[in-house]
């Protein structure tokens, strides 16, 4: 029997993106699927999932980490966020305007965020150090009297806060590539105008890249949502250290929502509750990544409508 | 008078510019001074006040004692295994279902391009408990199937990369191949696979790079020592020896070095997957 070209082509299309198929139903859908049952039961490693109802949300709900975890959580969220896209965008500027070495001024500023997450993290712990670390020691120069940084708690996620500016560099290579493509003749007209280089910026430049901004800020949220796993190297390296603990930090304060997660699955073993409360970041997530679409849509549609 | 005072300002903000690019050069690439002198340092030259950047006395000690503190060689080893095998697949997969999506005319497409964006969101924490599960369940854990399966699974970011590379190629050439009768794998290992190779490398680079940094997947899936990766040695390490900086240093830096000289080679590569895409890797 002789296919039509039509059907050749569903037949060459299937086979050739066969791998993602069953790579998204293997690896995306059933896990979710998965999960979200998952979270109706209870189990550790080992035993077979028995079903409890809606236990391990109430005990999710009960949880005083839960809430702990949350807020820091939310901390990255609201502060890290902001902080890393101000940064990318300063970064960015600096970057698109022309001067002599340039290339070399964005490698130093791109080159931090293709470390190796373990490596990076571990560099920071050690600048981190109260006593001996480069920190504190610059500052101490300038007759500041540094925090102890990872091991005080009132000062844990500041410094996730400081090290997380040090690997925009992805973020700002999208400012750049925008910045870019701003019209050069609408800064000249501004000029002539009179605007000075603070005006230009808040009247041109930001609107102009608007929607990458937009873009650029969920994605940031929705990272920020997910970020533990710098957490869980620090809080490992610190655990023998006086006030540190093997679960979040001194007082849990680095204790990020996700991390709490990942103790729940294989530190606890309760595999229940882990599931539970990862299906409620999902949702969180999953709210967040539609709002990114509509936005993104909405933000680029009234801007090709000027 | 008022020109003079006009370049005067210009030359006092060319001034206050260069002041903070400079600042700013040097808070960024201090990390990478602190590792590169640390290591250099003797441990407790690392432990002396006041504080030095650069070491007193030059000591080359901490790399062997390094290596030899951790199996380093076979975490190197394994770690090499796995990012090969990681970069083949990711190569193979990513420009033939890019492929699909973008010069095969079928239903499925359309469908797929949609979901690859969402799959990007979808966090660890809600499929790892259910993977755990699965590789356990089939004796896969302490393997490095976990690890290297997907890569053969194709990424959403790369393929993402790759459809929009493709999407720029004309379709004229693909049919005219099709008018000589080559059919659809000769048109896509002939005329396609040829011209992607711009985009390849940077799929390639970023594949090597992911799956030498890696630290989350083997930290599930690897709980045997000798099966550990890198980064998995190197926190094991970290919490073994947490007052010896000047050796952790020289660690972390053998770990570094090769990322930073791929960088430095590929680096167009790597910043045009990131400027056209808006995507993060």
């Known amino acids: 029997m002789k296919l039509s070209q039509k059907q050749r082509d569903f037949r060459n299309g299937l086979l050739f993106a066969l791998p993602w198929i069953i790579g998204f139903l293997a690896l995306s859908v059933y896990p979710l699927i998965a999960s979200l049952y998952y979270s109706f039961t209870e189990f550790n490693a080992v035993t077979t999932p028995k079903w409890v109802g809606f236990e391990n949300f109430q005990d999710v709900f009960h949880d005083p980490l839960v809430w702990k975890s949350l807020r820091n959580t939310l901390f990255m969220v609201f502060i890290s966020t902001p902080v890393n896209l101000f940064v990318a965008l300063l970064l960015a500027t600096i970057v698109t305007r022309n001067f002599k070495l340039k290339a070399a001024v964005r490698t130093a500023f791109f080159l931090p965020s293709v470390i190796p997450m373990v490596a990076a993290t571990m560099v920071w712990i050690w600048m981190f150090d109260p006593t001996y670390g480069y920190i504190n020691n610059v500052l101490s120069l300038f007759g500041v009297q540094g925090p102890a940084w990872l091991m005080d708690a009132r000062f844990t996620k500041w410094a996730l806060v400081l090290m997380g500016t040090w690997n925009v560099g992805t973020t700002m290579l999208v400012c750049m590539a925008s910045l870019q493509e701003v019209p050069t003749s609408y800064y000249e007209s501004a000029e002539i105008d009179g605007a000075g280089a603070v005006r230009k910026f808040f009247s041109i430049t930001i609107p102009c890249i608007a929607h990458v901004l937009v873009y650029q800020a969920i994605l940031g949220i929705i990272n920020a949502f997910q970020y533990f796993q710098q957490v869980y190297i620090i809080v490992t390296a610190n655990s023998g250290v006086k006030g540190g603990s093997a679960a979040g930090g001194p007082e849990n304060s680095i204790l990020m929502y996700p991390l709490y997660i990942f103790h729940n699955a294989f530190t606890y073993l309760k595999m229940g509750k882990a599931s539970a409360m990862a299906w409620l970041l999902f949702i969180v997530v999953a709210i967040l990544a539609v709002v990114m679409v509509k936005v993104t849509a909405k933000v680029t549609d009234s801007a090709g409508r000027e | ?281």
């Open chain 2, 1 to 281: 008078m008022g020109n003079d005072s006009y370049e005067i300002r210009k030359l006092i903000g060319k001034a206050l510019f260069f002041i903070l690019v400079a600042v700013l050069c040097l808070v960024y690439v201090s990390p990478f001074l602190v590792m590169f002198f640390t290591s250099f340092k003797t441990n407790s030259d690392a432990f002396t006040i006041p504080v030095k950047l650069f070491p007193r006395e030059w000591v080359w000690e901490n790399y062997p004692a390094a290596m030899s503190a951790i199996p380093y060689f076979k975490y190197m080893g394994n770690t090499i295994y796995i990012t090969l095998l990681s970069v083949i697949g990711q190569l193979i997969v990513t420009p033939m279902v890019a492929y699909s999506l973008s010069k095969i005319d079928w239903k499925g497409s359309k469908i797929i391009s949609g979901l690859l964006m969402a799959t990007m969101m979808i966090p660890i924490t809600v499929t790892m408990v259910p993977l755990y599960r699965i590789y356990s369940k089939l004796g896969l854990t302490n393997t490095y199937v976990p690890l290297i399966l997907p890569t053969f699974l194709g990424k959403a970011f790369y393929i993402i990369l790759t459809r929009q590379f493709f999407m720029g190629l004309p379709n004229s050439l693909i049919e005219a191949a099709k008018i000589d009768g080559a059919n659809e794998f000769q048109r896509y290992t002939k005329v396609a696979l040829p011209l992607t190779k711009p985009i390849l490398t940077t799929v390639g680079i970023y594949a090597f790079l992911d799956a030498w940094s890696d630290y989350l997947m083997p930290m599930i899936f690897i709980s045997k020592p000798e099966k550990y990766t890198l980064s998995l040695g190197l926190q094991q390490f970290m919490s073994e020896y947490s007052v010896d900086w000047a050796r952790l240093m020289a660690a972390a830096m053998v770990f570094v070095v090769p990322v930073i000289i791929c960088f430095a080679i590929f680096q167009k590569n790597f910043v045009r997957g990131i400027a056209t895409s808006g995507l993060k890797a």
